[in-house]
């Protein structure tokens, strides 16, 4: 996917990408990526607020943009909710812009709305609207992983 945010940004003098969360693998931990001469790709094991205060490398509101991609925030799971909420304050509170993606419109949308609204009280750049693009899942049935299903909604 870098290539494809090098299309899509052009004029982009150089793009850091860090990829932080409890499921990065300890492999990659602190390792990084060159894929292009203007995007550069890091990942680190562990939580947003671990990874501010240990690297320190100068992330703030002005050059950074906070990105949730599908975490599951919306799935009514009171461990992982509440794995997020300490960090989601601060960096709301600290006025960072905070994009969320979900897998679905229907369960996961419905969830994060109520816990931006309603626990976080985060106020909106834009509300929350229908991905144009299509897009494909791999599936594989449980503990069968030799069957494979693809699904591409349009």
């Not at 562990?46 to 002005?62: A, C, S, T, V, Y």
């Not at 709301?92 to 993606?101: E, G, M, N, R, S």
């Not at 693009?133 to 791999?138: A, I, P, Q, S």
């Amino acid at each position: 996917y870098y290539e494809e945010i090098v299309l899509l940004l052009p004029d982009i003098k150089q793009l850091s990408l860090y990829f932080v969360g409890p499921e990065i693998s300890v492999s990659t931990h602190l390792q990084s990526v060159k894929k292009t001469d203007k995007v550069k790709g890091w990942f680190y094991k562990g939580k947003l607020m671990e990874f501010f205060r240990e690297m320190g490398i100068g992330l703030n509101q002005g050059n950074t943009l906070l990105i949730g991609l599908n975490t599951g925030l919306g799935m009514k799971h009171a461990g992982l909710i509440m794995s997020w909420v300490k960090d989601l304050r601060f960096f709301l509170k600290k006025k960072f812009a905070i994009i969320f993606t979900s897998a679905n419109d229907y369960e996961d949308l419905a969830g994060e709305t109520h816990i931006m609204n309603e626990v976080l009280e985060a106020n909106y750049i834009i509300d929350a609207v229908k991905n144009p693009f299509c897009g494909m899942t791999r599936y594989h049935l449980p503990e069968k992983e030799e069957t494979v299903l693809y699904l591409i909604p349009f």
